[in-house]
C-alpha cells in the first residue's frame, strides 16, 4: 500500500454570513425554515447500522411555538443502551486500525457538507428546535461545528507529530492509541456544535462512541447524524441512543469497556457522574476519562476608567443572545457607582428597541427559552426579585408569558446584597444582576468576584486605565478559564480561544484545542534497538 506523510488542509475559521436582506443565503435559509415547519419527521435511534423506531413516541415542538409539532422522536431503553455498546464495540478494531488520514478525510468532509449543503437544513432544524435567531444559529451549528472538525483534523496531526529524541543506535518512537473500550458522549442543548464535537472529537482519535444527545436538541441532532452518516463515518462508530440519562448512566457506568465521558451539561449532573464512576472504578478494564464542561456563573467586572457605552452593549450582547442560554453567558456585573447611571441608560434604550417572538421573524433579537422547566425556573427567580422588597431592584423586564412560546423578557435587575441569589447562582436564562459598587473599592470588589460564586468559566475586565486591567487579570487568575478584557465574556472561537473552565465549571480541557485530543489517546512508547548488545558485560566490570 502506497505511503506517505500527509498534510491536512490548513483550516481558517468558517466565515461568518450576514443573512442580510436580499442576501441568496437569506432566501435559502427561509426556505428551510418553511420545509420544516410543513412536515412531520420521526426521529430514530442509530444503533450500528439500524435505525430504531418504538411505540413510545414524544413530540418535538419549537419553544416559541410549543403548540406546533415538527415531528416525534422514538425513546428507547436499556436494551437500546446494550445494543448500542455492543455495535460500538463490535465496530472498534476496524475504526482504531484504519489509516488516520482516511478517518481525517470522513470529518473534513462532513465539514464541507455543513459549509455547503447541509448549511441552511441544520441551521433551520437549530432555530425551530432550540429557538435561535439565524445569526446564533449560524455561529453555532455551521460555522462553529466546521471549525471544530477541520481544526481537530489538524490537531490530530500536530500530536501525531509530537515524537520523541532517538539517542545514538535507538529509534524511540510514540504512537497514539484510541482508548480501549467506548466513549459515552453526553451532550447539552444549547449548542448543535457541541452536540456534535461530543461525539466527534474522540471518533477522530479512533474510538467508537455512544452518544446521548439531550431531548430538547434531537430535532438537529438528527441533521447532526444524516451529515455523519453521508460523509462516511463507519456504522457503529457514533451511535446515537435516545434515553433517559438514568437508562443508560446504570448500564453505561458499570461496563467493563466504558472508558471515558465526554460531557457538557450541569455541575450537578456531573458530580453524580464522577461519584458513580468512582464507585464502580473496580470494574474497568482501565481508568476512564472524565472530561466534563459544566455550569457557569459569569462575570463583568469594569473599572472606574471603562467606556460606559463599550460595556453596555456588552452586557446586552453577553447576557441575553440566545435568551441567556450560554454557559458562558454574563449573569453577574460589578459596575463603579461613577458609571451606573450612564450605562442604565444605555441599557434600556437598546432593551426597549430590542423584539421578542419566533426565530422565523429575523428582526426579533430574543425568542423563546427552551422548555416549560427553564422557564418556570427562570420565572421563578424573577418573582423572587419582585418581591425582594428594599434587597433588589429590576431596572427592566420583568415579563414572561408562556401561552405560545416560553418567552421572558430581557431582564435586569440591581441587588443591594453582593451574596443576593442571582449574584451567586446560576440562572441559564436572560436575567442580569448587577451590584453596584464604590469607586475606589476595585481591588475588593475583584476578591468579591472571586469569592462569590463557585464556577470558572468565562469573565471580563472593562477598563482604560491598564493597571486596573493588569491588576484584575492577576487577581482573578482562578475565577475564569476564558478571561476576556474590554469584551463580552462569551463568542470563544474554535483555533483563537480555546473553551473550558476549572472550579465547579469543569475539567478546563479545553475544546477546539489539541488539549482535548490529548484525552482520547492512550500513548504507547516504542523503543527499538538497531544493534541490541550481545553480552551482557558493562565497562565497569573489567578488571583494572
Not at 9 to 19: A, C, H, L, R, T
Not at 180 to 207: R, W
Not at 430 to 445: G, K
Request: aromatic share 12%.
Amino acid at each position: 500500500m502506497p505511503k506517505g506523510i500527509f498534510k491536512v488542509p490548513q483550516p481558517i475559521n468558517e466565515p461568518v454570513k450576514s443573512y442580510a436582506p436580499g442576501s441568496p443565503e437569506r432566501a435559502e435559509l427561509k426556505t428551510a425554515l418553511e420545509t420544516g415547519r410543513s412536515q412531520q419527521i420521526d426521529i430514530p435511534q442509530y444503533i450500528g447500522g439500524e435505525e430504531i423506531f418504538t411505540d413510545k413516541k414524544h413530540t418535538v415542538s419549537p419553544p416559541h411555538d410549543h403548540q406546533h409539532v415538527l415531528g416525534y422522536f422514538h425513546e428507547g431503553d436499556a436494551s437500546h443502551v446494550e445494543m448500542a455498546i455492543e455495535a460500538a464495540l463490535n465496530a472498534r478494531e476496524a475504526w482504531a486500525n484504519m489509516a488516520w488520514e482516511q478517518r481525517a478525510a470522513i470529518f473534513l468532509k462532513a465539514a464541507d457538507l455543513i459549509a455547503g449543503p447541509y448549511r441552511a437544513k441544520i441551521n433551520a432544524a437549530t432555530m425551530l428546535g432550540q429557538s435561535k435567531s439565524a445569526y446564533q444559529a449560524e455561529i453555532d451549528s455551521a460555522c462553529e461545528f466546521i471549525d471544530f472538525l477541520r481544526f481537530n483534523v489538524k490537531y490530530m496531526t500536530d500530536l501525531y507529530d509530537q515524537q520523541p529524541e532517538s539517542s545514538p543506535g535507538v529509534w524511540n518512537r510514540l504512537e497514539y492509541r484510541p482508548l480501549e473500550g467506548f466513549v459515552f458522549a453526553l451532550t447539552p442543548f444549547n449548542f448543535t456544535a457541541i452536540a456534535g464535537n461530543l461525539p466527534a472529537a474522540p471518533a477522530l482519535m479512533g474510538n467508537v462512541v455512544v452518544w446521548k444527545p439531550a431531548f430538547t436538541q434531537l430535532y438537529s441532532a438528527n441533521v447532526l447524524m444524516e451529515v455523519f452518516k453521508e460523509a462516511g463515518v463507519p456504522d457503529g462508530v457514533i451511535n446515537m441512543i435516545l434515553v433517559d440519562g438514568p437508562v443508560a448512566g446504570e448500564i453505561i457506568f458499570k461496563h467493563r469497556e466504558f472508558a471515558g465521558i465526554h460531557f457538557t451539561g450541569s455541575t450537578k449532573v456531573f458530580n453524580t457522574i464522577w461519584k458513580t464512576i468512582g464507585d464502580n472504578i473496580a470494574n474497568y478494564r482501565s481508568f476512564p476519562r472524565i472530561v466534563g464542561e459544566t455550569g457557569g456563573k459569569d462575570f463583568v467586572v469594569a473599572h472606574k476608567s471603562a467606556h460606559p457605552k463599550t460595556l453596555a452593549t456588552a452586557l446586552v450582547r453577553g447576557a441575553f443572545e440566545y435568551q441567556g442560554q450560554k454557559c458562558s453567558a454574563a449573569s453577574r456585573g460589578y459596575i463603579p457607582a461613577n458609571l451606573w447611571e450612564e450605562v442604565k441608560e444605555y441599557m434600556i434604550a437598546d432593551l426597549e428597541e430590542i423584539k421578542m417572538g419566533g426565530v422565523e421573524d429575523f428582526s426579533n433579537f430574543i425568542n423563546a427559552v427552551i422548555d416549560e422547566k427553564s422557564f418556570d425556573k427562570i420565572a421563578g427567580y424573577i418573582d423572587g426579585a419582585k418581591n425582594g422588597g428594599d434587597a433588589v431592584e429590576i431596572v427592566a423586564g420583568g415579563s414572561y408569558d408562556k401561552s405560545k412560546g416560553y418567552f421572558i423578557e430581557p431582564t435586569v435587575l440591581v441587588a443591594k446584597d453582593p451574596n443576593y441569589v442571582t449574584l451567586c447562582e446560576e440562572i441559564f436564562g436572560p436575567v442580569l444582576t448587577i451590584y453596584i459598587y464604590d469607586p475606589e473599592s476595585f481591588e475588593e470588589t475583584l476578591d468579591l468576584v472571586d469569592s462569590t460564586s463557585p464556577y470558572a468559566l468565562t469573565g471580563s475586565i472593562f477598563a482604560q486605565d491598564r493597571y486596573a486591567v493588569e491588576l484584575a487579570t492577576k487577581r482573578l487568575v482562578n475565577a475564569a478559564g476564558n478571561f476576556y478584557i474590554n469584551d463580552k465574556p462569551t463568542g470563544a472561537v474554535v483555533g483563537q480561544q480555546p473553551f473550558g473552565g476549572a472550579r465547579a465549571s469543569g475539567t478546563n480541557d479545553k475544546a477546539g484545542s489539541i488539549l482535548n485530543l490529548i484525552r482520547w489517546v492512550s500513548p504507547r512508547t516504542i523503543k527499538e534497538t538497531l544493534d541490541a548488545p550481545k553480552n551482557y558485560k558493562y565497562p565497569f566490570l573489567q578488571e583494572p
